[in-house]
């Protein structure tokens, strides 16, 4: 993962909160519960990991998700080529399940294949028009790779679904601030914060 993704993604989950205008369903927390108990029983097994980082992803857990990848990358670095065909072929037996295709999209990513994780997101959101979180992941993956004002389509997006996400405002705002825009970036970080503070 390249330094400048990196640090997006650092903003992105320090301003994750489990208390947006979004809310984790108990079905959610309940698949929570069991990727947990599955790696618990499966320390060693990388797909165990992945399997939990990524439903992080999509609960607004996003913190907890990013040390599982992180952990993922220290200690199994073969697996990004396994969790490729893995999810291809997951994806291409059951094409509507969004959680997979989500899956698919990281170790898309992973593997070198931005473009093309930014199009399993895109279908996650035809799939699932509520998924908020996708558009921040596209907006992320946009940024990485230079291409702000298509990011900042995307985080327009998310915001539409849920104006309320304390992170979509504050990559709208570095989004800003990376094409000079300051005052547009501080606004956005201004609302960021404020909406962190009442706990979104």
């Known amino acids: 993962m390249s330094k400048k993704l990196l640090l997006l993604g650092l903003c992105f989950l320090m301003l994750s909160s489990p208390a947006l205008a979004w809310w984790i369903t108990p079905e959610l927390k309940q698949e929570i519960a069991e990727k947990q108990k599955a790696l618990e029983s499966d320390y060693g097994n990388p797909f ?5 980082a990524i439903t992080y992803a999509y609960s607004n857990h996003i913190a907890e998700g990013w040390e599982q990848l992180k952990t993922i990358h220290e200690k199994f670095p073969y697996f990004a080529p396994m969790a490729l065909d893995r ?20 170790a898309l990513f992973f593997n070198g294949k931005k473009h093309a994780a930014i199009d399993q997101f895109k279908k996650i959101i035809e799939i699932n028009p509520k998924e908020v979180f996708a558009y921040g992941y596209i907006a992320l993956i946009y940024g990485e ?18 104006s309320n996400v304390a992170a979509l405002h504050l990559l709208l ?13 501080f606004w956005e970080g201004s609302e960021a914060m404020r909406l962190k503070a009442l706990g979104y």
């Open 87 to 106: 999810y291809t072929a997951e994806v291409r037996y059951d094409p509507t399940n969004w959680k997979m295709r989500y899956r698919l999209a990281f």
């Open 145 to 162: 790779m230079e291409e702000v004002d298509n990011g900042i389509k995307y985080v327009k997006k998310g915001l539409a679904v849920d």
């Open 48 to 52: 165990a990991h992945y399997d939990l």
């Open 173 to 185: 705002s570095a989004a800003y601030y990376k094409k000079g825009e300051s005052w547009a970036g």
